[in-house]
């Protein structure tokens, strides 16, 4: 069983910065990619950043150019580094560890999330 853990969350004024991490225990396959997800209060939950097994990494449009995702080598560690933070981005964020489950199929492991939240 894989259990993503995530820290470094807090509180910080807007145009500040946070660095998130994320250890997860147990296996994790080498087909498995990670990632981050974030849910604002009321909102749905909505993906950050993914890195993928072969190293191909994705942003959304929101966080492109601000937000740096990276992993350790071995692959059981995921960070997300948070520079010029916005009161938008106030958000419990979540670390995934993704992982293919026969053919077609994902089976995503969750963290419990990390509060983030960015004042004026």
């Known amino acids: 069983q894989v259990r993503p853990v995530e820290s470094g969350g807090g509180s910080v004024q807007a145009g500040g910065s946070l660095k998130l991490s994320c250890v997860a225990s147990?296996?994790?396959?080498?087909?498995?990619?990670m990632a981050w997800y974030r849910r604002v209060s009321g909102k749905d939950r909505e993906l950050v950043s993914r890195?993928?097994?072969?190293?191909?990494?994705i942003y959304d449009d929101s966080v492109k150019g601000r937000f740096t995702i990276s992993q350790d080598n071995a692959k059981n560690t995921l960070y997300l580094q948070m520079n010029n933070l916005k009161i938008e981005d106030t958000a419990v964020y979540y670390c995934?560890?993704?992982?293919?489950?026969?053919?077609?199929?994902?089976?995503?492991?969750w963290g419990q999330g990390t509060q983030v939240t960015v004042s004026s």
């Open positions: 890195i993928y097994d072969d190293g191909t990494i």
């Open positions: 147990g296996y994790i396959s080498g087909r498995c990619g």
């Open positions: 995934a560890v993704e992982c293919p489950s026969g053919d077609s199929d994902l089976h995503t492991y």
